[in-house]
């Protein structure tokens, strides 16, 4: 023994070192152990890999994180194989999920693709006209008019939703404006600065829906236990471009709001994926852009092409099934960005 220097002794009289607590910490998780021999899951008859469920129970698990609740929508129960391996897809199959903005380009087409997965697709747009339309195409779409902007009419359009299909199991925040100002031009004459009443209205169509939407799907989603999905559509120019100040701005917050919420709704369950696309080949992207600038874009993505409407549309469908994905942005460019 050094000098100076003592060594507790436990009760048997045995010096305390650093191997007896080891002995002792390897006795107790030994006594913790589910006592199936071999490392075999008792009922199943399957071998358990180191790690999995049940042999580390409660040294894995933070005492202050809450458990995941039951259920089985869109972000149902992690159904985890007792080997260890990832979750099931979770099946759109009888999902009912809110597309907003649904009777503009990508809304209809992320519609149609949901359908044709099984959800059952209730539509929001503004656009009453559009949306009749819509509703003749296709029928089986709960259509409903209402502006994102107003708390009173998202209210309504929820509760009309409930009231027809019983739950909400997702929410698309579709709806934008697509909007192209210089913040100033020389050339503007009278029209120099980027209008105030523009940005609101950018702002608007793209955030403050997007923010209103969301607010009153997750409060019902929360009230009743359903583990959700929202999935945000962003664009490549939440990143900044010359001549989008207000929709630029307005991208990036959405983005900024997909982390937030995820990390804020992630311990319900709810989980928030958004998806930024480049130019999509949409009426809406030709009707912004001229023939010469679609082509020099074509020419500088790697793929030599704008993005095809169903690539959002089965990139929606991913993040709705992917029981893992939470608090990303997916960038859908063509590799425009690198
Ligand atoms: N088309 C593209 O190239 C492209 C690229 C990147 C991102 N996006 C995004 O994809 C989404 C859809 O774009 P799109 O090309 O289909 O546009 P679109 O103009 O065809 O459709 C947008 C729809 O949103 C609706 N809407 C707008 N403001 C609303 C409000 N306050 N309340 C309810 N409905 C409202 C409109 O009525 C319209 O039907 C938008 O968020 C857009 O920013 C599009």
Redesign the pocket.
Known sequence: MRCGTTIPHNQRGEPRTAHTHRQRAEDAARQRRPRHRHGRHPRLGLARPHGSRGEHRGALRHPARPRRHGGDALGGRHRRAAQGQGCDPVSPQGKVIIV??A?????RVIGDALQAQGAIVVA????AQ?LETLQREQPARTCLA????DEAQVAHALAETVKVHGRVDGLVN?????HNTLLFNMMGGDQRRHSLADWHRVV???LT?TFVATSHVVEHMAMTRTKGVIVN?S?IAAGGNAGQSAYAAAKAGVESLTVTWARELGAMGIRVVAIA????D????RRALSEAVIADLTRRTPLRRLVAPKSIAQAVLFALQDDDLSGVVLPLDGGLRI
């Open positions: 907003t903005g009777a503009g380009n990508l809304g929001w747009d503004r656009d559009a209402c502006d994102l902007t579709n709806a934008g404006l697509i608007d169509a793209n829906s559509i664009s696309p480049g130019f999509v949409t009426e809406s992207t």
